[in-house]
């Protein structure tokens, strides 16, 4: 009865953020004796948890398609584990390599990146095409930049390169005070800077490394955001208007939290992630869905929260 009441609350929660014109909803991977694996889903506008949906083992890459209703899990299987976010349904799998993901700015396309080869899965057709990076040997963190670009860290060589999106080298700039980029996420633009796009780079470390790439050209500067208030900061996400940074509070006790920081780095209040228990996986966001996903989602919490109180 309570996880029904919960449903229903959650439902009623959707409605409202429905109501204030928000439909982000932050993908957090998680793991806990009670749920096993899975990812954890809240609005980070309204801050309101929306259930989650179980995966298959630990999550090692993540991305969200609004536009196809998709989660796209990368796990220990091996495989790129395909769901409906808002039923929490397996779809299918596909053997894409790598431990990072990303999607283009159509969402027609997923990428995988393993060394220096990226993996294309076409998500009309479902077929597999190759891309070379070129003079790339290792990678850590990948991200599709909307110019159309490929933004890759290295952790080996603590470098960061821009490629074009045919694989050819751009640009590249080494780490500051950096040693382990664990995710890359386009912040959106300020109006007053329009050929500039802002690439958030972050890590367990208090700060952010910032990447502005030219539009025109794929170079980028680089600079460092101090993170307060975090003792470590493991995941970043795009935003309508900015990005939001996850990562564990200083508070006490501890807590594991999202913050949204502006368009001109300033940082907000922070969002109690109560719900999540560990960060044992990367982080996504759904951005501006169709309003009816979000309807689906209010409706398949319900089957979720019935069939584990069942268990």
């Given at each position: 009865?309570?996880?029904?009441?919960?449903?229903?609350a959650?439902?009623?929660?959707?409605?409202?953020?429905?109501?204030?014109g928000?439909?982000?909803m932050?993908?957090q991977?998680?793991?806990?004796?009670?749920?096993?694996?899975?990812?954890?889903r809240?609005?980070?506008?309204?801050?309101v948890?929306?259930?989650?949906?179980p995966v298959f083992?630990?999550?090692?890459?993540?991305?969200?398609?609004?536009a196809?209703?998709l989660?796209?899990?990368?796990?220990?299987?091996?495989n790129?584990?395909?769901?409906n976010y808002s039923?929490?349904?397996?779809?299918?799998?596909?053997?894409?390599?790598?431990?990072?993901?990303?999607?283009?700015?159509?969402?027609d396309?997923?990428?995988?990146i393993?060394?220096?080869?990226?993996t294309?899965l076409?998500l009309n057709t479902?077929?597999?095409s190759?891309?070379?990076?070129?003079?790339?040997?290792?990678?850590?963190?990948?991200?599709a930049?909307?110019?159309g670009r490929?933004i890759?860290?290295?952790?080996?060589?603590a470098?960061?390169?821009?490629?074009?999106?045919?694989?050819?080298?751009?640009?590249?700039?080494?780490y500051?005070?950096?040693t382990n980029?664990k995710?890359?996420?386009?912040?959106?633009n300020?109006?007053?800077?329009?050929?500039?796009r802002y690439?958030?780079?972050?890590?367990l470390?208090?700060?952010l490394?910032g990447?502005n790439?030219?539009?025109s050209s794929?170079s980028?500067?680089?600079n460092?955001?101090?993170?307060?208030?975090?003792?470590?900061?493991?995941?970043?996400v795009?935003?309508?208007?900015g990005?939001?940074?996850?990562?564990?509070?200083?508070?006490?006790?501890?807590f594991?939290a999202?913050t949204?920081?502006?368009?001109?780095g300033?940082?907000t209040?922070?969002?109690?992630?109560?719900?999540?228990?560990?960060?044992?996986?990367q982080s996504?966001?759904?951005l501006a869905?169709?309003?009816?996903?979000?309807?689906?989602l209010?409706?398949?919490?319900i089957?979720?929260?019935?069939?584990?109180?069942k268990?």
């Amino acid at each position: 009865m309570f996880a029904l009441k919960s449903a229903l609350a959650g439902c009623a929660a959707l409605a409202a953020s429905a109501a204030f014109g928000s439909f982000d909803m932050l993908l957090q991977a998680d793991s806990d004796t009670t749920l096993g694996d899975h990812i954890d889903r809240y609005d980070p506008v309204n801050r309101v948890y929306l259930g989650s949906f179980p995966v298959f083992g630990s999550v090692l890459a993540l991305a969200g398609s609004s536009a196809r209703g998709l989660a796209f899990v990368r796990s220990s299987t091996a495989n790129v584990d395909i769901f409906n976010y808002s039923t929490g349904d397996y779809i299918r799998n596909s053997p894409l390599v790598g431990t990072s993901l990303a999607l283009n700015e159509a969402q027609d396309k997923l990428y995988s990146i393993s060394g220096g080869t990226l993996t294309i899965l076409d998500l009309n057709t479902f077929s597999t095409s190759f891309i070379t990076l070129s003079g790339q040997s290792t990678s850590s963190a990948l991200c599709a930049s909307k110019t159309g670009r490929f933004i890759v860290a290295d952790d080996t060589s603590a470098t960061i390169r821009s490629y074009s999106s045919t694989g050819a080298f751009l640009f590249s700039t080494t780490y500051i005070g950096f040693t382990n980029v664990k995710q890359i996420a386009e912040r959106a633009n300020s109006n007053a800077i329009s050929n500039i796009r802002y690439q958030m780079a972050t890590n367990l470390t208090t700060s952010l490394a910032g990447l502005n790439e030219t539009v025109s050209s794929g170079s980028f500067g680089t600079n460092s955001t101090a993170i307060t208030g975090f003792t470590s900061n493991t995941g970043i996400v795009s935003a309508h208007e900015g990005a939001y940074i996850i990562g564990v509070k200083t508070a006490t006790p501890t807590f594991i939290a999202a913050t949204k920081m502006s368009t001109t780095g300033n940082l907000t209040s922070s969002f109690n992630l109560s719900q999540t228990t560990s960060l044992t996986g990367q982080s996504a966001i759904v951005l501006a869905p169709e309003p009816g996903a979000f309807i689906a989602l209010g409706f398949g919490i319900i089957p979720l929260l019935v069939k584990r109180k069942k268990k």
